[in-house]
């Protein structure tokens, strides 16, 4: 995996767990509506339906409860700018435990005991306790904040299936949009290249002369849903520039060879 940059963005911590506790609720109150016809209805991630989706989502937010309840790691091994290229290792397990809880129970008892869960180990844990994620020792804190990108692109992914219209909280769709605009510049480091996500994330990559002041010769620039499916191949490059989603100026402004950047 591409290693993490030296300097990490940092988030803030009352505003990340509102935003995943918050996140959740909207998926939750949402999955309560569906239909059993609903729930079989096929998704855009492979043979998924939105049952196994709906306990996808379940499974990744107990994750925080679950991981809280085994003995602490002895040290950190995975930083949060590691995490984005370290998912693709675990895809086939993912899918195996996600059929698994998906046939375990219904979605509302999924949620309703996830959400317990959170609800008694989370509060007044710090930042700083280690959790055993699937990649190794990760802070909480970080931890959390990976949280949001799992409950934002899947929360995306759910309306797309159902056509729900599940609100984003705004707080976890920017630290979703800011981790993985900052995972495409540890990707391709450099300064050639300007990524605008207004009015959540700027970064420069790319290798190649870098910017210094005025107007960069290369911006792409997007809105921040149309940058999370393009980061995590929900979107390809050529559809969203033919869609006039994302606009690329300058000869270095091509991403289509960097993404997607979620593994």
């Known amino acids: 995996m591409p290693p993490a940059k030296k300097r990490t963005r940092s988030y803030d911590s009352a505003k990340t767990r509102a935003a995943v506790l918050a996140q959740f609720e909207h998926v939750r109150a949402a999955v309560l509506t569906l239909t059993p016809e609903q729930l079989e209805e096929p998704t855009r991630l492979g043979d998924w339906t939105v049952r196994d989706l709906?306990?996808?989502?379940?499974?990744?937010?107990g994750t925080v409860s679950r991981y809280l309840a085994m003995p602490?790691?002895?040290?950190?091994?995975?930083?949060?700018?590691?995490?984005?290229?370290?998912?693709?290792?675990?895809?086939?397990?993912?899918?195996?435990?996600?059929?698994?809880?998906?046939?375990?129970a219904e979605p509302g008892e999924l949620f309703a005991r996830t959400d317990a869960a959170i609800q008694e180990a989370l509060p007044g844990?710090?930042?700083?306790?280690?959790?055993p994620s699937r990649f190794g020792g990760m802070r909480l804190g970080d931890f959390l904040v990976t949280r949001t990108v799992e409950?934002?692109?899947?929360?995306?992914?759910?309306?797309?299936?159902?056509?729900?219209?599940?609100?984003?909280?705004?707080?976890?769709?920017?630290?979703?949009?800011?981790?993985?605009?900052?995972?495409?510049?540890?990707k391709a480091p450099g300064g050639s290249v300007e990524v605008r996500v207004p009015p959540y994330a700027v970064v420069q990559c790319v290798e190649g002369p870098r910017h210094t002041r005025g107007t960069p010769p290369n911006v792409v620039e997007t809105d921040p849903l149309t940058w999370i499916r393009l980061a995590t191949g929900r979107m390809e490059w050529s559809a969203a520039l033919e869609n006039a989603q994302v606009s690329a100026s300058g000869e270095r402004s091509d991403l289509s060879e960097l993404l997607p950047v979620l593994g």
């Open 151 to 186: 409950l934002i692109v899947h929360t995306d992914d759910l309306n797309d299936a159902t056509g729900l219209g599940i609100p984003y909280d705004k707080h976890a769709l920017a630290a979703c949009t800011r981790l993985l605009a900052d995972a495409l510049a540890v």
């Open 72 to 104: 602490e790691p002895v040290r950190r091994e995975v930083a949060l700018l590691d995490w984005p290229f370290a998912t693709v290792i675990a895809a086939g397990q993912v899918d195996e435990d996600t059929r698994a809880i998906a046939a375990s």
């Open 54 to 61: 709906a306990a996808h989502i379940a499974m990744v937010m």
């Open 125 to 131: 844990t710090s930042d700083e306790r280690l959790v």
